[in-house]
């Protein structure tokens, strides 16, 4: 103790002599001279309070809050000092009036072992999904059941379903499973405390239809009509870019030249090319030039990811099931999302220690992990789990967490035309409440739908049990009560090099701690209620707390703060929403690195605590 005590002296004072200044926090833990500062002078009064001085810190010593005062509090509170990510938020959260999530989500127990030879698992077939359902059908009639598979590269053709499980276990064995088609794990029918793990899924590029390309502008020439251009695209990755003239071109997303990761500076998102990339000719073995209107004649030597395909199927489509757990997966370039969550009897699902990425092997060829989002979560019964995991070069948010809304273009009686994204939503027999589209007060109605019909374009009449007020008018919005994918918990993941925003969250009862994000192309978080859009998504957020990440050179297009708050209303679209939509917040002990702009932009919220944070620009 001796020797420790001149150690922790001596770090203490020189975080005092060339750390930044202590922001004031009256009443956080660490504070343990009560002075309202976390400071050198608490270690001190600690080490000398251990070291057996008539001194006596004051409760707040207890840093960690494992109701003792020693060593481990004043390592704490040094690493605080120096700026590492241990902010003492759990005192904060009564000052602040705030409640981490905090939840876990059981895993199954398994009492015996199946292995995969016997349903004709096959490394030299042309596709094995005949095998993985046959091995399924009998984890349906054996529950209690591991089924471990045999190490090995196995192809897909089509998709395996995953319906009526219980307590199982779907071990991969360090397996890759290449698929040539959008279609592959359904998790639904029921399926409860079933988990993956110990598996690789990819594309198989060689063998299937390719789902982007890198290409550079290599030249823009004038033609004779002086409203168009000849543009040279070459696919420098490739040896052959024939493939691309019968592909589609759904979208351009800009590249780094240098690390040809998405996202540059000016460049606000995609642009989107099939319509106006014409006359494509093979000019090269890798190059292909196109008629395109002058105004869209990109920058000779730009560098864009080509988008060929964007939304296609899931990784793990999960809808109907509870208490699903992925562990230890890897996904690399996919055609669709890496996992889709959906259902309002969807609940329970952890998602640990998942990749998401480029193949090492590969990555030099093809630069896309999943075509659309990584994790994509909506209209569910809620409460899930992300940790650990490593998330990038997608190409769409890392994270969205949401439900779907609809709003009100026509009143009837008792009856409604709404527009919604989401068909699966306001069934008959749910219940609706409804909010004003521009301020989001609350509107003193609800009831329960007795009939609904389609009328195409997104658009349905929803007819109530009750005679609707004159309250709620056109565009209102209207919610489905039967779906709420609030409580959730985002924590110790790395989101990084990505198209749009590291993670995406409408919903409440959120805990987002020790993620580190990095070159995002948009917000590292963004926090919305999007009305303003074809998205409808956010019933609002209530009880949020963002801690101790790091955010280091995001929002790399200049497009928004680190962390954005944003309401758009249903009247005027892209206006923010003149009211609260989102309350209790607390924004504390994160750090900010290299911001392109804001580190931090709130709208339309109320109740908001920025604590202990710092920029480091």
Known sequence: MKRIIPLLLAAAMTVCLFSAPSSAAPQWLGDANGDGVINARDVVLIVRYLAGW??????????????????????????????????????LEAQYGVCAADFDIPEPETAGTVGSAQFGFDTGANDNSAAFAAAVTYLRQNPGTTLLIEKGVYRM??????????NCVIDGGGSTFLFSVSDYFDVAGGSNLVMFRNMTVDWDWENSYKLTSMVRVRDVHDTDDPAKKRVEYEFFTVDDASYAL??????????DPERLTIGVLGISDQMNPGDWNTE???????????TVPAKN????????????????????????????????ITIYSIHGQGVLV??????????????????????????ISTTADAINIADTGGYFIIENCDVGYQGDDGVNIHDNVGVVEDVGSDSLIIRTRNTSNFAVGTTVRFKNGEDFTDIDFTAQITEKKNLGDGKYTLVLDKEVPDE??????????????????????????????????????GLVENNRFYKTQFSAINVSVDYGTQWLEGTGIDNLIIRNNRIESCNVAGNGAAITFYATNTRVPGSTING?????LLISGNTFINTNKQAISARSASALAVVGNRILN
């Open 580 to 584: 609260t939509c989102f309350k209790n």
């Open 342 to 367: 959906r259902g309002g009897d969807t609940h329970h699902i952890k998602i640990s220690g998942v990749t998401i990425g480029l193949n090492p092997e590969t990555a030099d060829k093809y630069r």
């Open 472 to 509: 709620v008018d056109c565009d209102a919005v209207v919610i489905d009560c039967s779906v709420d994918s609030s409580h959730y918990i985002i924590r110790n993941n790395y989101f990084h090099e990505n198209r749009a925003r590291g993670i995406l969250l409408n919903s409440s009862d």
């Open 297 to 328: 004649a990109l920058k000779t030597g730009s560098v864009w990811l080509l988008r060929h395909y964007n939304y296609g199927d899931s990784v793990f489509n999960v809808t109907g099931a509870s208490n699903i757990t992925c562990k230890d």
């Open 157 to 166: 053709k089509a998709g395996v379903s995953f319906t009526g499980l219980e």
């Open 54 to 91: 008539d001194v006596t810190p004051g409760e707040l010593a207890d840093f960690n809050s494992d109701g003792k005062v020693n060593l481990r509090d004043t390592a704490l509170i040094i690493r605080y000092l120096a700026g590492y990510n241990v902010s003492p938020d759990p005192l």
């Open 280 to 290: 494509l000719e093979l000019t090269g073995a890798n190059i292909i030039t196109a």
């Open 246 to 255: 019968t592909s589609p071109w759904e979208n351009m997303l800009p590249c």
